[in-house]
């Protein structure tokens, strides 16, 4: 999996506040084939894909790098660790990375864009309170994306241009009819009540899988998710991305830990608030996927090319 480096645009994070926003700009690699969504991370289906890191220890990274709004708080300049200490939960554990820590990686391709992430949790929790479409209160993803990466300020009086939520809860997809929500802006509001709208999210597809304590938790999980343009263009996306497009991202996983309501998260890569503060994805043809198939042959094809001409 690839990483793009940071210690360029740490240099530029050193000035903390100043810091120019277009600095988090991210390569989105392309997918050779779309990946089986089983919540098994297969060979090489996602190999190369953009990987970032969602975690305790990534905000103090970030802190290191960025810059602190209130190191107290764990507030960084692109990313805060607002997981609390659930009942029940040792405080040794809470808002450490043995609560919560996550990666995720991140591609495209001609039908949509394509997320996984792994997990560690201590206690897996989709259960909340009365309102099953509060994914808030339940162990999820949610990325905010600003699909024409407008990186507008956010306003005091909430309004919106360009703001979409789409969350994918840790559970199968057939589990529960709140699997999927995608809060858009309407009329310059964001929009959550018919999130789950069959006929809005049909088409969103997701992978769970348990994973124990693969990653070093109790309550580890596997979440590949499926986001298609056909739906996004139905709002403010004007078109199918191609090779050079840009969106904002941000990612923000909540993580109950038993809870009620509420359970505390992350946001990572972005203040979710605020899309100015959002990182850059850039559509790129990178190949990401399976060196099988395609891959193989044109490699194939190359050292026959070299041969001929040497
Ligand atoms: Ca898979
Ligand atoms: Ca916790
Ligand atoms: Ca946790
Ligand atoms: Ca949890």
């Known amino acids: 999996m690839r990483k793009l480096s940071i210690v360029a645009i740490a240099a530029f994070g050193i000035v903390g506040a100043s810091f120019a926003q277009g600095d988090r700009v991210f390569d989105l690699p392309k997918l050779t084939q779309a990946p089986v969504l089983d919540g098994v991370i297969d060979g090489d289906e996602w190999a190369g894909s953009l990987e970032l890191a969602c975690s305790p220890s990534q905000v103090q990274e970030d802190g290191a790098n960025y810059g602190w709004r209130d190191i107290e708080?764990?507030?960084?300049?692109?990313?805060?660790?607002?997981?609390?200490?659930?009942?029940?939960?040792?405080?040794?554990?809470?808002?450490?990375?043995?609560?919560?820590?996550?990666?995720?990686?991140?591609?495209?391709?001609?039908d949509g864009l394509w997320v996984v992430t792994a997990a560690a949790d201590n206690v897996h929790d989709v259960e909340g309170g009365e309102n099953g479409w509060a994914w808030w209160e339940r162990d999820s993803l949610s990325l905010y994306v600003d699909l024409i990466n407008e990186k507008e300020e956010s306003v005091l009086n909430g309004e919106y241009t360009a703001l979409?939520?789409?969350?994918?809860?840790?559970?199968?997809?057939?589990?529960?009819?709140?699997?999927?929500?995608?809060a858009r802006t309407v009329e310059n509001k964001r929009s959550d009540e018919d999130g789950n709208d069959p006929d809005l999210v049909d088409g969103f597809l997701n992978g769970y899988r348990d994973a124990g304590d693969?990653?070093?938790?109790?309550?580890?999980?596997?979440?590949?998710?499926?986001?298609?343009?056909?739906?996004?263009?139905?709002?403010?996306?004007?078109?199918?991305?191609?090779?050079?497009?840009?969106?904002?991202?941000?990612?923000?996983?909540?993580?109950?830990?038993?809870?009620?309501?509420?359970g505390g998260q992350l946001q990572c890569w972005g203040w979710a608030d605020d899309p100015s503060n959002f990182s850059t994805w850039v559509m790129s043809d990178t190949p990401a996927g399976p060196a099988g198939g395609g891959t193989a042959v044109e490699a194939d094809s190359w050292g026959r090319i070299k041969t001929t001409f040497q």
């Open 73 to 110: 708080a764990q507030q960084s300049e692109i990313s805060v660790n607002q997981l609390v200490q659930s009942d029940g939960e040792d405080a040794g554990i809470a808002r450490t990375d043995a609560d919560f820590n996550s990666r995720i990686w991140q591609a495209w391709n001609d």
């Open 164 to 182: 979409n939520i789409v969350n994918f809860q840790a559970r199968p997809l057939e589990s529960s009819p709140y699997t999927v929500s995608w």
């Open 214 to 262: 693969e990653f070093g938790g109790e309550a580890d999980y596997v979440l590949e998710m499926f986001i298609p343009w056909e739906n996004l263009l139905r709002f403010n996306l004007p078109a199918v991305p191609v090779v050079g497009s840009e969106m904002g991202f941000s990612w923000l996983p909540p993580d109950p830990d038993g809870d009620d309501s509420y």
